[in-house]
């Protein structure tokens, strides 16, 4: 059995503990201020002997130490644990069990899930959705609570005892409960600051609709400041490229995506006018063949037959006694224009040249795509020509 001194006291940053076995490469201890993986937060580093620390684990009354060297059994050991890891640990999961209790106290959210990483936290939340004005309410009040300097108490007690948990505990026995004076009692195993004034900024960024709950990206203390200080420079560069003040940036970006968007469907527009152009002049110029046809092919080696091929063909037939084939051979994608006197129907004829080669394709008389296996695209351009008479 290990005893945890992070149970009593977070704070401690090195001890001395007895090797007790080596097995398979995880060290075991008598005891160890190690926290391992558990509850959302994540396992502590450090070094045991000198050897550094890359992973701890929790196994049932056990825990066990991965280090990158040999350590004797047996051997008294000093170890040392990473302080400014434990500490922003000890920011981000304190400041989780505000966030979540402010949103069940105050608004009736339940918090389902918690996940402290390597930048950021978030707490998946039963609720379908959390407005933005309500974000910055929760925001408000938590740092409200921060500033209050509340004291961040640890307790043990019996699980068959009312002890108005947050959430109840599936846990017989004897339970930790982690206490924010006023506000949350908690039963957790992880490390916590002693009050929510060593929390430090807690600051809400962004929500995320995951599968009917809505998961929200969060971060406290040291991470809220170096989180701060990046938004503000991605936004100060962005000022100067605008040569304008940081508090008009949002307006000036609104304004040019909408003048991006202008002149994008200004350009397709002229797009389609030009491949409609283009179509009639390809009818006018074209010979036809034997059978009195005019026909056209156009082959794309890679790419998608956007829209304006689809004016080009369209723009062609119209001239009459046409055809038009388009064909992205790379994809095999084939699209097909037939003239109201055209020798064939497109869409009968496109759908029975495609499924020959195990393709599938469709449409009206006039107008219709599909596509074939890259591999057979050339024959199935040759088969829908013969049909023309080409």
């Not at 962005?238 to 991006?260: M, N, W, Y």
Request: proline share 3%.
């Amino acid at each position: 059995m290990t005893a945890r001194l992070y149970y009593d006291d977070s704070y401690l940053r090195g001890f001395t503990a007895r090797v007790v076995s080596v097995e398979c490469g995880l060290v075991y201890l008598d005891r160890t201020a190690f926290y391992p993986t558990s509850g959302g937060q994540p396992h502590d580093l450090g070094s045991i002997g000198g050897r550094g620390v890359i992973e701890v684990s929790g196994q049932e009354d056990r825990v066990a130490h991965r280090v990158d060297g040999a350590v004797a059994v047996g051997a008294e050991v000093e170890c040392l644990v990473d302080w400014g890891r434990r500490f922003d640990h000890m920011q981000q999961h304190t400041g989780q069990h505000l966030l979540s209790a402010v949103l069940a106290e105050e608004h009736g959210i339940g918090t389902v899930s918690f996940h402290l990483g390597t930048d950021t936290c978030t707490i998946d939340v039963d609720a379908a959705s959390v407005a933005p004005a309500l974000m910055t309410e929760v925001e408000r009040r938590v740092n409200a609570v921060v500033t209050e300097n509340r004291p961040v108490g640890v307790s043990y007690r019996d699980s068959r005892e009312d002890i108005g948990l947050r959430r109840p505990s599936d846990r017989e026995g004897t339970i930790r409960v982690v206490t924010i004076a006023d506000l949350d009692r908690s039963a957790c195993g992880g490390t916590h600051v002693r009050a929510t004034g060593e929390i430090g900024s807690i600051a809400l960024r962004k929500t995320d609709r995951i599968r009917g709950i809505t998961r929200i990206e969060f971060v406290c203390g040291a991470r809220a400041t170096a989180r701060a200080r990046a938004d503000f420079d991605a936004l100060s560069q962005t000022a100067r490229a605008f040569s304008a003040p940081i508090d008009e940036v949002p307006g000036l970006v609104a304004e040019q995506i909408d003048k991006l968007a202008a002149s994008d469907k200004a350009r397709r527009k002229i797009a389609m006018e030009l491949a409609q152009l283009r179509g009639a002049e390809l009818h006018r110029s074209a010979e036809p063949n034997a059978a009195g046809w005019k026909t056209h092919v156009r082959r794309i080696a890679s790419g998608a037959l956007e829209e304006d091929i689809r004016a080009e063909a369209q723009a062609f037939v119209h001239g009459g006694r046409a055809v038009y084939l388009a064909a992205a051979e790379s994809s095999g994608a084939l699209l097909l224009a037939v003239s109201p006197d055209g020798p064939f129907a497109a869409g009968e004829a496109l759908k029975k040249v495609v499924a020959k080669f195990g393709g599938r394709g469709g449409g009206n008389a006039a107008l219709a795509q599909g596509s074939t296996p890259p591999a057979s695209t050339g024959e199935a351009i040759g088969e829908l020509l013969a049909s023309a008479g080409q």
